[in-house]
């Protein structure tokens, strides 16, 4: 499987943003990268996932860098409520029935 | 906004003793999935099913552990004979399709099991 690194923590101001940096230089050309959190005390949650083009949603933005080695989840405007454990995974199609999380990083916001 | 829930929210059962963690997926999805996070560390798959079949299980999903979907909604995991170490939150996922463009998976709350 190919794996990614994600640093440990990361702290931001409230309303400010976060980048969230994600290495995955053995990326396969067909691997999708997918981002999921994980609240406390609850179960993982989608946030947003690409194949190579840049991505938006109400939730954040993925930039994925040109050689795709690597790949930012954006949020732009932190609140209290996205304190969580961010994961990047990459996805094997056709079929990867799993996901493989990792430990992730861990997203403090300061109020 | 359709969720996945997940019954009963704490399971403290003894060791030895058989366990079924419950789980009603989204009404429309087809893809049903569990896993398991114990305290402090990493979420680990366990098993996907589609079908009425397994479709992939992991090296922790041996002979104690089954699933099935009895009915149109319900989803379980039974784990026959619980051990100490099966003490984790057991989080029940299900998703609409499964080609990875289009595969995002919708997670429950969580049973926390825990086996003395």
């Known amino acids: 499987d190919a794996k990614t690194t994600q640093p440990n923590s990361m702290e931001s101001n409230e309303e400010e943003p976060v980048h969230l940096p994600c290495n995955h230089s053995?990326?396969?050309?067909?691997?999708?990268i997918h981002w999921y959190r994980q609240l406390p005390s609850q179960g993982p949650e989608y946030v947003i996932h690409?194949?190579?083009s840049n991505v938006n949603n109400r939730m954040a933005s993925l930039e994925i860098a040109e050689d795709r080695k690597s790949s930012t989840l954006i949020l732009h405007r932190a609140t209290l409520r996205d304190a969580a454990v961010y994961y990047c995974?990459?996805?094997?199609?056709?079929?990867?029935?799993?996901?493989?999380f990792g430990a992730g990083t861990t997203v403090t916001v300061r109020a | 906004e359709p969720e996945v829930t997940q019954t009963p929210s704490h399971q403290v059962t003894q060791m030895g003793q058989e366990v079924i963690l419950r789980c009603v997926p989204i009404?429309?999805?087809?893809?049903f999935y569990w896993y398991r996070q114990i305290l402090g560390q990493k979420v680990e798959f366990l098993v996907s099913?589609?079908?009425?079949?397994?479709?992939?299980k992991s090296e922790i999903f041996d002979d104690q552990f089954s699933v099935e979907r009895p009915d149109g909604s319900n989803f379980t995991l039974k784990i026959r004979s619980t051990k100490l170490e099966d003490s984790a939150m057991y989080f029940c996922?299900?998703?609409?399709?499964?080609?990875?463009?289009?595969?995002?998976?919708?997670f429950g709350a969580g049973t926390r099991l825990s086996v003395l």
């Open positions: 996922a299900s998703s609409e399709v499964l080609q990875i463009a289009k595969n995002i998976q919708y």
């Open positions: 053995t990326i396969s050309g067909t691997d999708y």
């Open positions: 690409g194949l190579t």
């Open positions: 995974i990459l996805r094997d199609p056709p079929n990867d029935y799993k996901l493989s």
């Open positions: 009404s429309n999805h087809l893809y």
């Open positions: 099913f589609y079908n009425n079949e397994i479709s992939e």
